[in-house]
């Protein structure tokens, strides 16, 4: 079982793109894992439907730790000043909010100087200190199929050995760190 991580990353970056950024960086995954791969994909798959180039100065490899998240956001607002993002899509949460963190850091402001998307919804993005706009796994959902999945199994309705491939949906919540520019 497993979310569209395409899909969600799709969402993410047209959502961005719906707000007026066309510089949108992305902080990735680890590129061995096809979450990130996914990820990227549909980080892509978004800028190529809107008429906008694929920058690979705009892309730093992560993995999904806050730390990486910290780095990768430092290296797009220095190193990069001709290429200042406007906006930032991380792959995951975590990602994101050490992007913020890197972002206070330099005295700029979310998003009053660079928006950030995440991915994942986890619990604290949701803190008012942090009030991350992401992308939602349906952890309720997941938790709902895995268990009459299981239950199925242990009642020998579902074949021990058969697989059951369950694609979900991802969804936008939206908060407070993306601006309209």
């Known amino acids: 079982m497993e979310v569209d991580n395409e899909l ?9 793109i719906s707000k007026g950024h066309k510089k949108i960086a ?3 995954g680890p590129l061995d894992t096809s979450p990130a791969l996914a990820r990227l994909n549909g ?17 730093m490899k992560g993995d999904f730790r806050e730390s990486s998240g910290y780095e990768s956001a430092k290296k797009l607002l220095i190193i990069n000043r001709k290429k200042r993002p406007t906006a930032i899509f991380a792959a995951n949460d975590l990602s994101a909010m050490g992007a913020m963190e890197a972002i206070y850091s330099l005295g700029l402001k979310v998003p ?15 803190y008012p200190s942090i ?5 939602n796994q349906p952890k309720y959902e997941m938790a709902k199929i895995a268990t009459e999945i299981l239950i199925a199994k242990s009642e020998n309705k579902i074949p021990p050995k058969k697989k059951r491939q369950v694609v979900l949906e991802p969804s936008l919540v939206e908060r ?6």
């Open 176 to 181: 407070k760190t993306v601006q309209e520019i």
């Open 8 to 16: 969600g990353a799709t969402i993410a970056v047209k959502y961005l």
């Open 112 to 126: 009053d100087n660079i928006s950030i998307i995440g991915f994942d919804n986890i619990h604290i993005s949701s």
């Open 43 to 59: 980080y892509k798959n978004a800028l190529k439907e809107n008429g906008i180039e694929y920058d690979e100065d705009l892309v």
């Open 131 to 135: 009030n991350l706009t992401t992308i």
């Open 26 to 28: 992305h902080i990735t």
